[in-house]
Every structure is written in structure tokens, then in C-alpha cells.
């Protein structure tokens, strides 16, 4: 069965560093991209990027970039998120999600089970 | 930036069938996928490539794609496909970008 299981929910200070990951397993994990997404409290779903753990190629999200890093360490067949500095609005669900892509579109499945962030002084 | 504009709210009654559309810009000309989120639960894939649906998913669940505006379908609605439904393109004029649907909420009567 392929399945992602993420790390559990955090609750962190304004400024505080946070890394948060996304294990795969039941597939090849460096065949697929590994997507992220946030949905905060009551909002639709936002495309954060995309790192394909073959070789680390990473895409972010204009809305994004600069503000998250996105890795993978394909040993351990885990993808992560992280933030230098948090802020309250960085306050969210976080989900990560298998990123099929062929030549013309890409798609997410399955999905992991969230991430729940809570950023709070 | 590509936008997908999606109605907020669609209700139904059980046993009937339910639209739920996702307009774009000659939207028809790329592939169109759906997810399903449950309350307290995370997305689900229904429909990929406009109109296939993954192991699983019922048939109630079908999908179209046409012009400016993609259509997801589901027949004999039941209280349990009450939900939050988002449909989601990848924007091929820019680096591999992802872009959702405002998401639509469907409530069975």
C-alpha cells in the first residue's frame, strides 16, 4: 500500500525554527515528486512546491519562495519542510502528497495526513 | 498567474445528481483533476485526467472537461459524499506551478 505518514502537530513560538516530514513508503520513493500543500483554518488548499527526491530538484510556489525550504533525504525515504523563522500566520495544516507527473499535466495521490502547525506567542 | 474559480456552495438532495464546475481560461485545453476532503481528514483523489477515476472511487463520481469550464459529477448523491471538493490544474506556463480551485462545499439535504 503506498502511504505517507507525516510528523505530528506542532505548536512553536513566533521566531522559532520548525522542520516537519513526510515519510513514504509502499513505492518507489525516488521515482515520484513529493508535493506540499497548506490549508489554514477554514481556507482551500494552496500549492507550496515540489521536490522530486531522485536528484533534489526542488520548485516552490512564487507565494512561497523564500519563505520555506524544502528537502529530502531519499535514504531514509523522507521528505521535509521547514521554516528559519515562524510567524502566526504560518499557523495551518500542512499536508504532503505524492506528485504524479507526466509530460503534460500532474496530479496528487495519495495524500499524507496533515500536519497540523500552530504558531502562537 | 492561472485561476480556477469554483461556486462555493453546491446543495443537493439525496438520490439526485450533483454539478460541481471549475471555470478557467480554455480550461478544456489542459487536464482537470478532483479532490474529495472529508471534515477532519485529508484530500482524496476522484478524478484524474478530467474523467478517470482511481481504484475506489465509485462510478457515481465522473468528471468532464470542455471550453472554459470542467464539471465534476456525482449521481445518487448519499450523506456521506457531503464534502469539500477542489478541482486542480498544473499551469504549464510557469515552472512546474500547481493551481487549485477555491474548493466547493457540498451539502446533501
Known amino acids: 500500500e503506498v502511504q505517507l505518514v507525516q510528523s505530528g502537530a506542532e505548536v512553536k513560538k513566533p521566531g522559532e525554527s520548525l522542520k516537519i516530514s513526510c515519510k513514504g513508503s509502499?513505492?518507489?520513493?525516488?521515482?515520484?515528486?513529493i508535493g506540499w500543500v497548506r490549508q489554514m483554518p477554514g481556507k482551500g488548499l494552496e500549492w507550496m512546491g515540489i521536490i522530486y527526491p531522485g536528484d533534489s530538484d526542488t520548485r516552490y510556489s512564487p507565494s512561497f519562495q523564500g519563505q520555506v525550504t524544502i528537502s529530502a533525504d531519499k535514504s531514509i525515504s523522507t521528505a521535509y519542510l521547514q521554516w528559519s523563522s515562524l510567524k502566526a500566520s504560518d499557523t495551518a495544516m500542512y499536508y504532503c502528497?505524492?506528485?504524479?507527473?507526466?509530460?503534460?499535466?500532474?496530479?496528487?495521490?495519495?495524500w499524507g495526513q496533515g500536519t497540523l502547525v500552530t504558531v502562537s506567542s | 498567474s492561472y485561476v480556477l474559480t469554483q461556486p462555493p456552495s453546491v446543495s443537493v438532495a439525496p438520490g439526485k445528481t450533483a454539478r460541481i464546475t471549475c471555470g478557467g481560461n480554455n480550461i478544456g485545453s489542459k487536464s482537470v483533476h478532483w479532490y474529495q476532503q472529508k471534515p477532519g481528514q485529508a484530500p482524496v483523489l476522484v478524478i484524474y485526467?478530467?474523467?478517470d477515476r482511481p481504484s475506489g472511487i465509485p462510478e457515481r463520481f465522473s468528471g468532464s472537461n470542455s471550453g472554459n469550464t470542467a464539471t465534476l459529477t456525482i449521481s445518487r448523491v448519499e450523506a456521506g459524499d457531503e464534502a469539500d471538493y477542489y478541482c486542480q490544474v498544473w499551469d504549464s506556463s510557469s515552472d512546474l506551478h500547481v493551481v487549485f480551485g477555491g474548493g466547493t462545499k457540498l451539502t446533501v439535504l
Open positions: 509502499g513505492y518507489s520513493f525516488t521515482s515520484y515528486w
Open positions: 485526467y478530467d474523467s
Open positions: 502528497a505524492r506528485g504524479v507527473i507526466t509530460g503534460t499535466t500532474h496530479w496528487f495521490d495519495p
